[in-house]
């Protein structure tokens, strides 16, 4: 199975800032990686596909990047509705894996 | 608009089963392949099963291979998922969600959630 690392496991932030958070492949992966958002009693809601690529309707301030086993999902100016829990996907292999989330919580 | 409608959760004892179902509507749901993902109390996400557009083709986390079940009937444009000989430790909310058609596996639509408890 192909381990997902995530990190910080939480952060806080206030409304305005960049928040920067990675995720590392336990093996490369190339671009098979998405990233998802979930708020509290909430489903996920997929945010960026295939590393890089934005899910139609979610924000600009939103945006992926890496490849191989590291990558970057950023928030560019925090916003009240941003606060959540993001989690990292790789979908190079079966069983899909997640990493174990980041909350982002206000300052 | 499309949605997963999910329902068939509950309290269940230990060895005991359940089936969940999920039922999709505004799309062409034999066109696509669908996923089971759980999330225990206050834990993350965990990839349970897939199954292929047509049923032919179904995989499994090692978890649960043997015990679980996933199926669909593209006719009814229902998915399901069969649990038995359940364990405490596959309490959990378990969402169906559908895989686009993007080539990366990633899971576009999810149902709301279903709660299995097994105590």
């Known amino acids: 199975d192909i381990q997902m690392t995530q990190s910080p496991s939480s952060l806080s932030a206030s409304v305005g800032d960049r928040v920067i958070i990675t995720c590392r492949a336990g093996?490369?992966?190339?671009?098979?990686l998405n990233w998802y958002q979930q708020k509290p009693g909430n489903a996920p809601k997929l945010l960026i596909y295939?590393?890089?690529d934005l899910q139609p309707g979610v924000p600009s301030r939103f945006s992926g990047s890496g490849s191989g086993t590291d990558f970057t999902l950023i928030i560019a100016s925090l916003r009240p509705e941003d606060f959540a829990t993001y989690y990292c996907?790789?979908?190079?292999?079966?069983?899909?894996?997640f990493g174990g989330g980041t909350r982002v919580e206000i300052k | 608009e499309v949605q997963l409608v999910q329902s068939g959760g509950g309290l269940v004892q230990p060895g005991g089963s359940l089936r969940l179902s999920c039922a999709a509507s505004?799309?062409?749901?034999?066109?696509?392949?669908m996923h089971w993902v759980r999330q225990a109390p206050g834990k993350g996400l965990v990839w349970v099963s897939r199954?292929?557009?047509?049923?032919?083709?179904?995989t499994y986390a090692d978890s649960v291979r043997g015990r679980f079940t996933i199926s669909r009937d593209n006719a009814k444009n229902t998915l399901y998922l069969q649990m038995d000989s359940l364990r405490v430790d596959d309490t959990a909310v378990y969402y169906c969600?559908?895989?686009?058609?993007?080539?990366?596996?990633?899971?576009?639509?999810w149902g709301q959630g279903t709660l299995v408890t097994v105590s």
């Open positions: 969600a559908k895989e686009d058609l993007g080539g990366n596996s990633e899971l576009g639509i």
């Open positions: 505004g799309l062409t749901f034999s066109n696509y392949w």
């Open positions: 199954i292929y557009n047509d049923g032919s083709i179904s």
């Open positions: 093996q490369p992966i190339g671009s098979y």
């Open positions: 295939a590393a890089s």
């Open positions: 996907q790789q979908s190079s292999s079966t069983p899909l894996t």
